[in-house]
């Protein structure tokens, strides 16, 4: 899944991790074609099939779960986005993380108090967001 898409998140940009992320989703494509997958996680083929070309375009955290569904047995979209919530959860309080001090040291146009909505799910949170704060969680929550 998403915040497994590599082994040591904590050494990648926002960037790199956010290539990995589209790496796990083409491959997802690729398994099952682009019209499959763009029919089953509900979004526009031009979208899917942009992914599916190289391209990086704007996505969502639950448009990249649905995508991800598609390809998994038994799970659900909405199981693996709060997979990815509870990561973070997870590696905030293991590296005595609070909102504010995530919000102060990624590059995002985002206050704590939106990191916080985002993490729990309140307001959507992009992948280019996602790959900030999962980069910045990682290397403060350690191994």
């Given amino acids: 899944m998403l915040h497994e898409a590599v082994d040591e998140p904590e050494t990648l940009s926002p960037q790199q991790l956010r290539?990995?992320?589209d790496a796990?989703?083409?491959a997802?494509?690729?398994?099952?074609?682009?019209?499959?997958?763009?029919?089953?996680a509900d979004l526009p083929t031009e979208s899917v099939a942009a992914?599916?070309?190289g391209e990086s375009?704007?996505?969502?955290?639950?448009?990249a779960a649905a995508i991800l569904a598609v390809d998994s047995e038994g799970r659900d979209a909405d199981v693996i986005v709060q997979e990815v919530r509870d990561y973070l959860l997870m590696g905030m309080t293991t590296g005595v993380l609070d909102v504010d001090t995530i919000a102060s040291n990624v590059d995002l146009d985002l206050s704590g108090q939106e990191i916080q909505q985002a993490i729990e799910g309140r307001i959507r949170m992009t992948l280019d967001e996602l790959a900030s704060?999962?980069?910045?969680v990682a290397g403060r929550s350690g191994p």
């Fill in 133 to 136: 704060i999962h980069g910045y």
């Fill in 51 to 53: 992914l599916a070309s």
């Fill in 28 to 40: 997802v494509i690729d398994a099952q074609g682009i019209e499959r997958v763009a029919t089953a």
């Fill in 57 to 63: 375009p704007s996505m969502t955290l639950s448009e």
């Fill in 19 to 21: 290539e990995a992320y």
């Fill in 24 to 26: 796990e989703l083409r």
